[in-house]
């Protein structure tokens, strides 16, 4: 099974409409990542979460918000969709006192179109 | 600011041969460095991390740091089809809070 389960896999949404996008791990990592990718742009992180007390804001966390639910369960909602938030959505994880120098492993990723 | 420049490609290279992947970042205090490939409309996967001046193998990928000159690169030797993907370049911000920057990446074809 997957360290690193993202659901769900393919989403189309119209515009306006609230959504969420999911993501879990078994690998007993404490940090948790929310990244999009668009091409030509490279990955950029939205959101991230160092414990789940704690929520940060990445470089582009407007139109975004974020729940941490458990250690293990780090959820992404866009609350009012618009069509340049469609993009391939990837959840990552690392570990505060991993030997790999906090290397972050990711998810499958969600293909969100928004219409 | 902070940032990882790779180089677009495509770089192409004959199959057999020694594919060289280079990156530089800005911020002189960065840490740890990483190399990710990805297929295209798949996820990141974790290649290698090096953290030392010098060179660190793994089979057939070698990763090389050069603090001094800041540039940070991954040779592939024996190129494969099947490494044909897009080399992404990640270096750990210095910063408190930790974050990996990653460069855009770098289109890699091995041609049979």
């Known amino acids: 099974d997957a360290d690193v389960t993202q659901t769900p896999r393919n989403r189309i949404t119209k515009t306006g409409k609230r959504i969420m996008l999911e993501c879990s791990q078994t690998k007993g990592h404490d940090r948790m990542y929310w990244y999009r990718q668009d091409p030509g742009l490279g990955l950029r992180l939205i959101y991230y979460?160092?414990?789940?007390?704690?929520?940060n804001k990445g470089e582009i966390s407007d139109g975004y918000s974020v729940s941490r639910q458990a250690q293990a369960k780090f959820s992404l909602s866009l609350e009012s969709a618009i069509p340049n938030q469609t993009a391939l959505y990837f959840c990552?994880?690392?570990?505060?006192?991993?030997?790999?120098?906090?290397?972050?492993?990711f998810g499958p990723g969600t293909r969100l179109l928004v219409l | 600011q902070k940032e990882v420049e790779q180089n677009s490609g495509p770089l192409s290279v004959p199959e057999g041969a020694i594919a060289s992947l280079n990156c530089t970042y800005s911020d002189r205090g960065s840490q740890s460095f990483f190399w990710y490939r990805q297929y295209s409309g798949k996820s990141p996967e974790l290649i290698m991390f090096i953290y030392s001046n010098g060179d660190k193998e793994d089979g057939r990928f070698t990763a090389q740091l050069n603090k001094a000159s800041q540039y940070v690169s991954l040779l592939i030797r024996d190129s494969q089809p099947s490494d044909s993907a897009t080399y992404l370049c990640?270096?750990?911000?210095?910063?408190?809070?930790?974050?990996?920057?990653f460069g855009k990446g770098t289109k890699l074809t091995v041609n049979p």
């Open positions: 979460s160092f414990d789940v007390k704690d929520i």
């Open positions: 990640a270096v750990n911000w210095r910063g408190g809070s930790e974050k990996l920057v």
């Open positions: 990552a994880t690392s570990d505060t006192s991993g030997g790999d120098l906090r290397a972050q492993y």
